[in-house]
């Protein structure tokens, strides 16, 4: 049962453009959420989360929007650098949950010069 | 800044050989995590600790064994390695307030 969902496996995007990364979650109990960013051979690093009294949190060039009612979160990076380039995980925590975080499988962010 | 560190960037292991993989991190964290990463199933939680000698089950521990006697330092055991546990294996931590974990560099272990 995958709690957290991330469908698109992998994204291109060029240089400059808008980069919008999508998460869907079926848990009601979920408050916070959370991307990660990671690169290969390298463990995963924090970029933003978003608390559930929130619809939206910035971060430079990276906000996080939270519909709750669809149970929906995106990514989005403007402007997209290839430095971006890395696969991205949305991450959701339960406010009982011992701070365990459930992830999604991940989507590959391609951005190209 | 948090430092997690994990004893092998790579390792390759028999068939049936007993695997420790060791995680330190330096910031008085209570809780600890050991994750394992393959592809197109993300990262999912093998065991964690919210205290020294405290452990609980994440949703794949069959196979895994963890240890904590010092909080900063938890141990994942693979008592007799088979190759479907040849993957990444990642370690995190996290504070007591906001969950967000911060990770080591990961070991890679292959299992022949």
């Known amino acids: 049962d995958q709690q957290v969902k991330q469908n698109s496996p992998s994204l291109s995007v060029q240089e400059g453009r808008i980069s919008i990364l999508n998460c869907d979650y079926t848990?009601?109990?979920?408050?916070?959420f959370l991307w990660y960013k990671k690169y290969p051979a390298e463990g995963p690093t924090f970029l933003i989360s978003?608390?559930?009294?929130?619809d939206k949190n910035e971060d430079g060039r990276f906000t996080v929007f939270l519909n709750k009612s669809a149970k929906h979160l995106s990514l989005h990076i403007v402007p997209s650098q290839p430095g971006d380039s890395a696969v991205y995980f949305c991450?959701?925590?339960?406010?009982?949950?011992?701070?365990?975080?459930?992830f999604g499988t991940g989507t590959r962010l391609l951005v190209s010069p | 800044d948090v430092k997690v560190t994990q004893s092998s960037r790579y390792l390759v292991k028999r068939t049936g050989e007993k695997v420790f993989l060791e995680c330190v991190q330096d910031?008085?964290?209570?809780?600890m995590f050991w994750y394992r990463q393959d592809p197109g199933l993300g990262l999912r939680l093998i065991y964690f600790?919210?205290?020294?000698?405290?452990?609980e089950k994440g949703d794949i521990p069959e196979g895994y064994s963890v240890s904590r006697e010092k909080k900063e330092r938890f141990s994942l055991i693979l008592e007799s390695a088979s190759t479907n546990q040849t993957s990444m294996y990642l370690c995190?931590?996290?504070?007591?307030?906001?969950?967000?974990?911060?990770f080591g560099p990961g070991t890679r272990l292959t299992v022949t």
């Open positions: 995190a931590s996290t504070a007591g307030g906001p969950p967000e974990q911060y």
């Open positions: 848990n009601s109990m979920f408050d916070y």
């Open positions: 978003i608390s559930s009294i929130k």
């Open positions: 991450a959701a925590s339960a406010r009982t949950g011992f701070q365990k975080l459930v």
């Open positions: 910031m008085d964290h209570e809780n």
């Open positions: 600790s919210y205290d020294v000698k405290m452990k």
